[in-house]
Nanobody
Framework: QVQLVESGGGLVQPGGSLRLSCAASGSIFSVFHMGWYRQVPGKQRELVAGITSDGSTSYAGSVKGRFTIFRDNAKNTVYLQMNSLKPEDTAVYYC????????WGQGTQVTVSS
């Protein structure tokens, strides 16, 4: 069993930055491919960014150049650095494992508003 716990969400003004963290339990985090999804009420969950076990990354077109996903295997943590935030980035953000099981965190709310 893997537990994922997100943190770092909050309220930020347009153009601001936030860094989300996702801490994973267990000792095999380094083999996980990890992803960040987001969801707005009434819409499907959207894959925002992914990172493989060897550090290769991919991004949704809407966030490319503004968001960066990275990981620290020593801390069993994956991060999402979000810069130049826009109101349309407002959502609940979830981290998940992409290649092992179907584990999800509880989500963290990000609100971009003036």
């Amino acid at each position: 069993q893997v537990q994922l716990v997100e943190s770092g969400g909050g309220l930020v003004q347009p153009g601001g930055s936030l860094r989300l963290s996702c801490a994973a339990s267990g000792s095999i985090f380094s083999v996980f491919h990890m992803g960040w999804y987001r969801q707005v009420p009434g819409k499907q969950r959207e894959l925002v960014a992914g990172i493989t076990s060897d550090g290769s990354t991919s991004y949704a077109g809407s966030v490319k150049g503004r968001f960066t996903i990275f990981r620290d295997n020593a801390k069993n943590t994956v991060y999402l650095q979000m810069n130049s935030l826009k109101p349309e980035d407002t959502a609940v953000y979830y981290c998940t494992t992409l290649n092992v099981g179907n584990y999800w965190g509880q989500g963290t709310q990000v609100t971009v508003s003036s």
